[in-house]
């Protein structure tokens, strides 16, 4: 290989001017201490947890691990799948969330009440249709 390159014309990244601005936590108090229901616990996800609020509105129930209270962001910033933590506040709240969807969603079905599907599909995939869980941003409505 020992070829001279010549030169290639570029220059080196820069590094970021700004620093992101970031909440304390008596301002977060008080923010908090604004909210109630749905919305504090969107707003205590975000900020106990690191998430973006698309990454927050596109939870599944099956992203929560309960257990080891942890969340599964999938096609995060860069499309890009990552675990974050879960605080046991938030997981306190979303069980009762959770809960609370899943005796809607079992009155809906005896009721004949499903996901809205073209019929055809929903024919060919009616069983597994009623068992799949909302997303998190149905729960919390």
Same mark, same amino acid.
């Given at each position: 290989?020992?070829?001279?390159?010549?030169?290639?014309?570029?220059?080196?990244?820069? &590094?970021?001017?700004?620093?992101?601005t970031?909440? !304390?936590?008596?301002e977060?108090?008080?923010?908090?201490?604004?909210?109630d229901g749905?919305?504090?616990?969107?707003?205590?996800?975000?900020?106990?947890?690191?998430?973006?609020?698309?990454?927050?509105?596109?939870?599944c129930?099956?992203?929560?691990?309960?257990?080891? !209270?942890?969340? !599964?962001?999938?096609?995060?910033?860069g499309r &890009?799948?990552?675990?974050?933590?879960?605080?046991? &506040?938030?997981?306190?709240?979303?069980?009762?969330?959770?809960?609370?969807?899943?005796?809607?969603?079992?009155?809906?079905?005896?009721?004949?009440?499903?996901?809205?599907?073209?019929r055809?599909?929903?024919?060919?995939?009616?069983?597994?249709?009623?068992?799949?869980?909302?997303?998190?941003?149905?729960?919390?409505?």
């Open positions: 290989m020992h070829h001279e390159l010549g030169d290639l014309d570029f220059c080196h990244a820069t &590094k970021q001017l700004h620093l992101p970031v909440l !304390t936590p008596l977060i108090s008080s923010i908090l201490n604004q909210l749905r919305d504090r616990l969107i707003i205590e996800l975000l900020y106990a947890s690191g998430l973006r609020v698309s990454e927050c509105l596109r939870l129930v099956e992203d929560i691990d309960i257990e080891r !209270t942890t969340l !599964t962001v999938i096609d995060g910033k &890009k799948d990552r675990q974050t933590i879960l605080s046991h &506040k938030c997981a306190e709240k979303l069980i009762v969330y959770i809960d609370k969807a899943i005796k809607i969603q079992q009155h809906n079905n005896q009721l004949g009440i499903g996901p809205s599907l073209p055809a599909v929903e024919r060919t995939y009616q069983s597994q249709f009623k068992a799949k869980m909302p997303s998190v941003a149905n729960l919390l409505e």
